[in-house]
Structures are given as structure tokens and as C-alpha cells.
């Protein structure tokens, strides 16, 4: 059974940076594509930063590109999100998640594992 554990989070100022971790356990980590979500209260879940197998295609939402980075380590079995210029509108629970493909993936069905999520609050 695949098990994602996330760590990482908390609190921090606006413009400040964090970074999340998420460790994958019950099955081979690299062949498969995983990516980032986050949810704020009364919002859908949304979708942040996806990373493919090897780690060589990224993509992110218009609203975290060119401040966050996705990257994984798959001899670590471990996929991270560095976040950087943190905005308050960044402040949600941020999930990770994988998938059963090798490739990038936007679409929150797309993905059949996730993570127990994380807090961020970004104050102003």
C-alpha cells in the first residue's frame, strides 16, 4: 500500500520562504509522476507544482510560477516544494500526491495517492 507522509509547514511572514517534504513508501518511487495541491477554507482543492518521473518536466500554476520550485529525489524516495516570496494568499493546506503514470499531471483526478496534508500560513 502506498503511503505519502508529509512534513514541513507552519508558520511564516509574508515574503518569507518554507519548504515541504513528502516520503513515499509501499512501491517504487520513480517511475511514477507526483505533484503538488493546496486548499484553502471554503475553497476547492487546487493545483500547485507537478514533477514527472525523473524529475526533467515541471510545471506549476500561474500563481506559484517562478516562486516555488518542485524537485524529488528519488533515491531518497522523496519529493520536496521549496517555496520562496510566500504571499498570505499562499496560506492553505497543502497537499501531496502520486500518480499511477510516469508523466506530469494538472488534474486533481489524475492522482491516486495523497498525502495527510500540511498547514502554511503566511502572514502579512
Known amino acids: 500500500q502506498v503511503q505519502l507522509v508529509q512534513s514541513g509547514g507552519g508558520l511564516v511572514q509574508a515574503g518569507g520562504s518554507l519548504r515541504l517534504s513528502c516520503a513515499s513508501s509501499?512501491?517504487?518511487?520513480?517511475?511514477?509522476?507526483m505533484g503538488w495541491f493546496r486548499q484553502a477554507p471554503g475553497k476547492e482543492r487546487e493545483f500547485v507544482a507537478t514533477i514527472n518521473w525523473s524529475g526533467g518536466s515541471t510545471d506549476y500554476a500561474d500563481s506559484t510560477k517562478g516562486r516555488f520550485t518542485i524537485s524529488r529525489d528519488n533515491a531518497k524516495s522523496t519529493m520536496y516544494l521549496q517555496m520562496n516570496s510566500l504571499k498570505p494568499e499562499d496560506t492553505a493546506i497543502y497537499y501531496c500526491?502520486?500518480?499511477?503514470?510516469?508523466?506530469?499531471?494538472?488534474?486533481?483526478?489524475?492522482?491516486?495517492?495523497w498525502g495527510q496534508g500540511t498547514q502554511v500560513t503566511v502572514s502579512s
Open positions: 500526491a502520486a500518480t499511477d503514470t510516469y508523466t506530469t499531471a494538472r488534474d486533481v483526478d489524475e492522482y491516486a495517492y
Open positions: 509501499g512501491r517504487t518511487f520513480s517511475p511514477y509522476g
